[in-house]
Every structure is written in C-alpha cells, then in structure tokens.
C-alpha cells in the first residue's frame, strides 16, 4: 500500500479575488515534488493549507499521516519549511540560530548542521548581518535540514537571488537530497530549478492543477514540429496540443510525441521542416496557453 508525506482530496477554498476547486494532489513518501505556477497560480495557498495555516473550505487533508488543521501541532513538528522571506537575527551568529533551533527541536542533529556548515560554506561564529543575501538562504536550509524533517516544505526559496547564487544554492541542494531520502514539495515559478530537484512535477495555474507527471514523462512527450502547409493539409492533428499557422508555415505541439509522430503528420497533409523536444518550461507555457 502507497504511504504519502501528504494528500489533498478535492479541497476546495474560497477568497474574493481567488479560488481553488477540487484539487486533488499527494506526494508518495522519499520523493521530491515541485509545484510550478505563475504568480498567483494558487502555490502559496496550497502551502498554507498544507502547514495547517488556513482550513479548506472544504475536502480532506493529511500531512503525515495526520489530518490537517486539526492536528497540525503535532505534524509541523516533522515538518521543515524555509521561503524567500524567512529572516533571522542579524545581530546573532549562525551558532546562535542553530543553538536556538535545537532547544526547540531535540532532534536537532548537530553533527549533520556542522557537516551542511562545510557543504554551504558558512562560518557559524559570523554575525547574520556580515553574511550576503545567498548565504542566508542557505543558512536558513541548514537550520530547517538539520532537524532532519520527514517532510520538507520549500517556497520559492531562492527569490531574489542572483544567478550564479542560485546555482549553488541549487546545486548543493539537489546533492543534500541525493544522500538522505525525504520527502520534498518545491514550489517556484523557476522550471529550472523544479527540473533540478523534482521527482514528480505539478503544473498549478488559477487554482487547478493542469498536469502531474514525473520529469522523464513530460521531456519525452511533448514536442514541436515546423512544417508545410499543403493543399491537403488538415484542421486538425490528433494529439496535436496547438497548431498555429504564418502563412504556408504551421508550428504543431504534441503532448503526445512518439517515432511515429512525423508519419501521422505526413498522414495529416504536412511536410515535417524541422521537429524540436521541448524544455520544461516551454511545456509549461503550453499547458497555461492550452488551459486559458
């Protein structure tokens, strides 16, 4: 039987200028999700009903095993949730935080901080106000991993970094995954970094979920085609997400590419130019147009 660090059943959730309706979403236990979606596609919402921030409408949710906002003491306390916005004391040091941390959380693993201390190379006896904007975001990762959560809850944790700190930040976080198998939601507009870490990908816009696939599915699915309009040439392509045509030129995107795609194309009455795999965020913006 599937175990699930959470499950959302058609929850449901009212504001005056937005709305989410029946969505259903659940991560399986030691996998990675990332949750891309524009600005407000409804992530942050998402979060907080998941941290037991704010009651659902209505439908059912579970974090850990327990059902949520009822019994949200008792899961936040596996729970480990870092954002952009996340601040800390600038007059204390890191040693102070991580000290603060674990008088707090016994589970607190001070050999394993010490360790993230070299892998994000940061100095705990340095004051947070000496430190730049990217080593505070992975001062607040380390803070948040060494408690060693079952469940990590990660919002757009890298905002407002520059690129070559997002990188890092990135890159050292996909390595810390690698080596201790948890359950992760990253939430970000960023496809980029979601295709760094994720196991599994949602796709969130207005309050619905278009799409939930892994990573592999989405990259060998979708492709572009360039091709010539002919006489014969139809309306329509089967599996054919969108066609758009600029004169005797068509642009076909299929969400459902296989070998035999340019065949059925031919078949269709197009002369195949030039076909093209898509990146994540390409299909991303697809499946927005697609659903608007």
């Known amino acids: 039987m599937q175990n699930y660090a959470f499950e959302m059943n058609d929850v449901s959730i009212r504001y005056p200028h937005f709305k989410m309706e029946g969505l259903n979403l659940s991560l399986p236990q030691g996998q990675v999700m990332g949750l891309v979606g524009v600005n407000g596609a409804g992530k942050s919402t998402t979060i ?3 941290m037991g921030l704010v009651k659902a409408d209505s439908g059912q949710v579970k974090a850990l095993g327990y059902n949520l906002p009822e019994h949200q003491v008792q899961a936040k306390y596996d729970i480990g949730f870092a954002s952009d ?4 004391y600038k007059s204390q040091t890191l040693q102070w935080h991580m000290d603060f941390i674990k008088s707090i959380y016994p589970k607190f693993d001070s050999a394993y901080a010490a360790d993230l201390l070299k892998r994000f ?14 080593q505070r975001v992975k001062a607040c990762l380390l803070l948040v991993l060494a408690r060693r959560p079952k469940l990590l809850i990660l919002d757009e944790p890298t905002t407002g970094l520059d690129p070559v700190a997002r990188e890092e930040v990135i890159c ?9 198998e948890r359950s992760v939601l990253f939430s970000s507009h960023n496809t980029h970094d979601i295709e760094k870490l994720s196991d599994q990908i949602a796709f969130l816009d207005r309050g619905k979920l278009l ?16 091709c010539q309009i002919n006489n014969t040439s139809s309306e329509s392509v089967l599996g054919a997400v969108s066609i758009k045509r ?13 070998p035999h795609y340019v065949a059925q194309l031919q ?7 030039e076909q093209h795999r898509m990146s994540l965020e390409e299909i991303f913006v697809a499946n927005i147009k697609r659903s608007r």
């Open 48 to 50: 907080r009903i998941l």
């Open 85 to 88: 916005d996340m601040r800390l």
């Open 121 to 134: 190379d940061l100095i705990a006896d340095q004051q947070i106000k000496g430190i730049s904007h990217g």
């Open 172 to 180: 050292e976080l996909a390595d810390i995954l690698l080596d201790d």
């Open 211 to 226: 799409a939930l696939q892994d990573k592999e599915s989405y990259l060998e699915s979708w492709a572009r085609f360039r």
């Open 246 to 258: 600029n004169g005797q030129i068509a642009e076909i995107v299929t969400a459902q590419y296989s």
């Open 267 to 273: 078949q269709a009455g197009f002369s195949v130019l």
